[in-house]
């Protein structure tokens, strides 16, 4: 429930295990002859700031809009192609690879390698030449550094030669005990083909870094050794290395003074070594703890067998309970090794990428990927770690105030569906279906609403208000009067979806007014008219709002019952896409609800339906949560199962047929993307409790086991956070609430329902048990 493990290394990436400090990630393949450790650094991107020049949207804008408004939609498509141009974010880089090459005999015995979720810490364990070994890798937080523990259990028995290398621009160098790397990156990695890389641009290259490391042993001896490092005949060795990247701010150029990172770097090693292996892993282990102990969840199974074996076992989901138990677990783990207060935000990678040209940058994709890495971080009790999206939201609402401005002539700050390190707010892609979608500032600035609701901290909204208002003062200036008076947004999109021109047949992505588009538009502004009331600050943006609301419509539904996509009857050339956008209201928003809006709901609820179940990894997440959000455990359940396909070597099944898991439980697309971890256990959390709805007099409410499957009869969940600041515990068996315990920040009153029965409730500040 709490550990991966295998038993054989990793001969793949896909298969090794990732660690991490929300910083500095590593993946460790746990080899006993050669051992690989891949490391990422969260500020190693590609490029420096910028702005982006060559768009003509200002001055075609009109002409799109009036094309639209003839129903002219591929022409539209088009002419908007044409006023959007090719531009894009930057990437995300790997730093560099460990190697260690291991002398003794090639005979290995009781191999084992796992991942302890609890604990954070990657050990390997087997028997060679008479002798026991135990490898153990940590990231810590506290220590800033990596570090691995390799032992024996008999005195000389460790003897390896180390080295480093990686595939950025490099130099790596030896000196006693001590290696070091030191590197850079391309001045501009857009993605496009190595061909594409500039290493420098006017004799001015990217992020510089410095990677340095000690070796202490324990008996034995280390010395320099053609180029390596080499250690004999030792009976432990400690391996620290800390990572120092010149990066300085998201609107500042990076520092060039390597020595002053080299410094930087030897501080935190000897810091590291001062404490020594058993001080920095109690260390490491208690703040790691201290968060994934948070929460818990207990669905009453229990698989002993390794890890890959289980994914690869045929079964039905309701016969799966320990995996969702296991990947549940593992999902918390990895928002907590990638995401920490003052860290980047988590990528469409976490931190985890080993390739110089990753699939899709692995940048901050912001219409949908972005933001559910961050699903589970409020209701599974990880809000801490949800701080980075916060400050990137903040930063954002600075970097977007220019392509509000030069392409739109629009107040505020807007952000389209890509970003980066840098705070890249304009356009990604060269197509309209990806690039065209200046509403992104909408979605993130849900996040930053949802965290008051949660946790109740009217400071943290006071706070964040000028970037909610900031968002909407753009939205305000982006739309227009369409002919019935209504106020749309044109050209819209409905992110990376098409459908088929009635005119023309032709496929097309730009209309008048999308459903996702409307509901972002109307949330976001009652979202700032509330926040206001709440900290006094009404003024002329929420004047403005308050005129501008009633005229949104909402989403329109068609003759078939499901919510029109693009705002009119039109065909779809892929009815199962990935995306489900137009139902964004159902989930992660609370527009649509069985009492609020309620024809919609059920148009989003035969939306999804016809939408299918088996998609890619991260978008069968979000069917996991939408149809939580339409109380069907059951059907959440069946899409959790094809979640957990077995993708890669473990079933031989080639990219593009379809998402899964890879053997270490990484989401596959495929390839990766780690939203489809977040999204399956935000899920999870919905199955088990949802407070979005609210009373008619506005109080909270909590729904108990709303979407619960007939294959989880009975389990507990203890730190599940809902919203009004509350945590609950509770149990359950034979498919019905046992144990209720709720834990308040202050007196309140709400209502509680479970098993189709409300209840009023008044919490007194502290535990409230309230039943069993």
């Known amino acids: 429930m709490h550990t991966l493990h295998y038993r054989k290394p990793a001969a793949s990436w896909a298969e090794a295990l990732p660690l991490g400090n929300g910083r500095i990630g590593a993946m460790v393949f746990g080899g006993v002859e050669r051992e690989r450790v891949q490391f990422n650094e969260d500020t190693l991107w590609s490029g420096r700031p910028g702005k982006e020049t060559g768009y003509r949207i200002r001055e075609e804008i009109g002409r799109v809009r009036e094309l639209l408004r003839e129903g002219r939609y591929a022409e539209a498509n088009a002419a908007t192609d044409a006023m959007t141009g090719a531009h894009d974010s930057q990437s995300y880089q790997p730093a560099g690879d460990l190697h260690l090459r291991f002398d003794g005999a090639t005979e290995?015995?009781?191999?084992?390698?796992?991942?302890?979720?609890?604990?954070?810490?990657?050990?390997?364990?087997?028997?060679?030449?008479?002798?026991?070994?135990?490898?153990?890798?940590?990231?810590?937080?506290?220590?800033?550094?990596?570090?691995?523990?390799?032992?024996?259990?008999?005195?000389?028995?460790?003897?390896?030669?180390?080295?480093?290398?990686?595939?950025?621009?490099?130099?790596?160098?030896?000196?006693?005990?001590?290696?070091?790397?030191?590197?850079?990156?391309?001045?501009?990695?857009?993605?496009?083909?190595?061909?594409?890389?500039?290493?420098?641009?006017?004799?001015?290259?990217?992020?510089?870094?410095?990677?340095?490391?000690?070796?202490?042993?324990?008996?034995?001896?280390?010395?320099?050794?053609?180029?390596?490092?080499?250690?004999?005949?030792?009976?432990?060795?400690?391996?620290?290395?800390?990572?120092?990247?010149?990066?300085?701010?998201?609107?500042?150029?990076?520092?060039?003074?390597?020595?002053?990172?080299?410094?930087?770097?030897?501080?935190?090693?000897?810091?590291?070594?001062?404490?020594?292996?058993?001080?920095?892993?109690?260390?490491?282990?208690?703040?790691?703890?201290?968060?994934?102990?948070?929460?818990?969840?207990?669905?009453g199974a229990r698989d002993e067998r390794p890890t890959d074996e289980v994914l690869a076992a045929p079964g039905d989901p309701a016969d799966r309970r320990a995996l969702v138990n296991l990947l549940f677990n593992y999902g918390r783990y990895l928002l907590i090794a990638c995401s920490r207060p003052g860290t980047q935000p988590a990528n469409l990678q976490g931190i985890w990428n080993e390739l110089p040209l990753p699939p899709w940058r692995c940048n901050y994709t912001t219409n949908i990927n972005l933001e559910m890495n961050y699903w589970p971080a409020e209701p599974c009790n990880l809000a801490a770690c949800a701080e980075p999206l916060f400050t990137f939201a903040r930063e954002l609402a600075e970097s977007g105030r220019r392509p509000a401005a030069e392409l739109y002539g629009a107040r505020g700050w807007c952000l389209h569906h890509n970003s980066d390190l840098w705070r890249y707010a304009y356009t990604g892609g060269s197509k309209a279906q990806h690039a065209f979608w200046p509403v992104g500032g909408a979605w993130v600035g849900q996040h930053l609403w949802e965290h008051y609701r949660f946790s109740g901290d009217a400071g943290f909204l006071a706070d964040i208000l000028p970037v909610l208002k900031g968002a909407a003062a753009f939205l305000l200036d982006f739309l227009v009067e369409d002919a019935d008076g209504h106020l749309v947004t044109s050209p819209s999109t409905s992110p990376e979806n098409r459908f088929l021109d009635p005119g023309t047949g032709e496929k097309a992505s730009v209309c008048v007014g999308s459903a996702m588009d409307l509901t972002l538009v109307r949330e976001l502004f009652e979202n700032v008219l509330e926040a206001s009331r709440i900290v006094g600050e009404p003024d002329a943006v929420t004047r403005e709002i308050e005129a501008a609301l009633p005229r949104v419509p909402l989403p329109k539904i068609g003759t078939d019952g499901r919510l029109l996509e693009f705002g009119i009857e039109a065909e779809e050339p892929q009815p199962q896409h990935r995306h489900i956008s137009h139902l964004y209201g159902a989930y992660p928003g609370s527009l649509f609800t069985p009492e609020r809006n309620p024809e919609l709901y059920e148009a989003c609820r035969r939306s999804l339906d016809v939408r299918g179940d088996k998609s890619t990894g991260w978008a069968m997440g979000w069917r996991v949560a939408m149809w939580a959000r339409f109380l069907d455990g059951d059907r959440a359940l069946r899409v959790l199962g094809g979640l957990m396909t077995p993708v890669g070597p473990c079933a031989g099944i080639e990219a593009g047929s379809g998402g899964g898991l890879y053997p270490n439980l990484f989401d596959a697309h495929p390839p990766f993307q780690i939203d489809g971890n977040f999204g399956a256990i935000a899920g999870i959390a919905e199955m088990l409790l949802q407070s979005h709805r609210q009373t008619a007099d506005g109080r909270v409410r909590l729904d108990l086991l709303p979407a619960l499957p007939r294959a989880w009869p009975e389990g507990s969940a203890t730190g599940l956070r809902a919203r009004g600041g509350l945590e609950v515990d509770l149990a359950w068996r034979d498919g019905h609430v046992a144990r209720l315990e709720i834990r308040a920040g202050r007196d309140t009153d709400i209502a509680v329902h479970a098993d189709g029965v409300g209840r009023d409730v008044k919490l007194r500040e502290g535990a409230n048990p309230l039943i069993g």
């Open 108 to 299: 290995v015995g009781g191999y084992r390698r796992e991942l302890d979720l609890a604990t954070g810490l990657h050990r390997v364990t087997f028997q060679r030449g008479g002798a026991r070994q135990e490898h153990t890798g940590l990231v810590s937080a506290p220590h800033q550094v990596f570090a691995l523990r390799m032992a024996a259990d008999r005195p000389g028995r460790l003897s390896f030669t180390l080295d480093m290398d990686s595939c950025m621009r490099h130099a790596f160098a030896v000196e006693g005990d001590a290696f070091r790397l030191t590197g850079q990156l391309p001045r501009d990695n857009r993605g496009r083909g190595a061909d594409c890389i500039a290493w420098e641009i006017e004799g001015q290259g990217g992020i510089r870094y410095v990677m340095k490391g000690r070796v202490l042993l324990e008996g034995g001896r280390c010395e320099p050794c053609d180029g390596s490092l080499r250690v004999r005949d030792a009976e432990a060795a400690l391996i620290l290395l800390a990572i120092r990247t010149g990066f300085v701010s998201w609107n500042r150029e990076p520092s060039e003074d390597v020595a002053a990172l080299e410094a930087d770097a030897d501080r935190q090693l000897e810091r590291a070594g001062a404490l020594g292996w058993e001080g920095l892993k109690a260390a490491h282990v208690e703040e790691h703890g201290a968060l994934y102990r948070r929460m818990t969840l207990d669905l």
